[in-house]
């Protein structure tokens, strides 16, 4: 195996907090080396969410709790939407556009898990979500889990 170019880490940064219909949202962005996430692309990743989230965001095991992605990377854009669903489950809908064109997402038909940098946040929600809903001795804490965030060089 070889390695295209030795790993740089990336800023993986939360960027705000965003209410679309009844879901709350933590929106993160990824972006190379010395730089962050363009605007452009940061409002797209909100505007997916707003379609790719599940209409009703508290019935059918849902509790109104969701993270974004937005991947400003070398070649391409990624908008990546996850949500908790059933207690103890990520559900996610991936996007992608060039990286000259945020504003042409478009599906991704099979999506990977998500890069090291993705993965990163996807694995600080994670602990997250055990720590302050699945397992906080004081019960699910919503508002805990909303308040707390990623940022790292990854």
Known sequence: MQVAAPHKPR???????????????KLYGIAL???EPRD??????????????????LEDG????AFVIAHDAATVCFALVYWWQSENELHQRCFWSP???????????HPAAGCVWELAAIDFE??????????NPGGPDLERYLSRSFNADV
Do not use: C, N, Y
């Open 11 to 25: 800023p993986v940064r939360f960027v705000r907090q965003e209410q679309i219909r009844d879901w709350r949202l």
């Open 33 to 35: 080396p010395g730089s």
């Open 62 to 65: 849902r509790h109104g709790m």
């Open 126 to 135: 994670r602990r997250a979500w055990i720590e302050d809903v699945l397992a």
């Open 40 to 57: 452009e692309l940061l409002a797209k990743t909100v505007d997916v969410a707003t379609t790719a989230l599940p209409e009703q965001a």
């Open 99 to 109: 990286r000259d064109d945020p504003s042409a997402m478009s599906p991704i038909e």
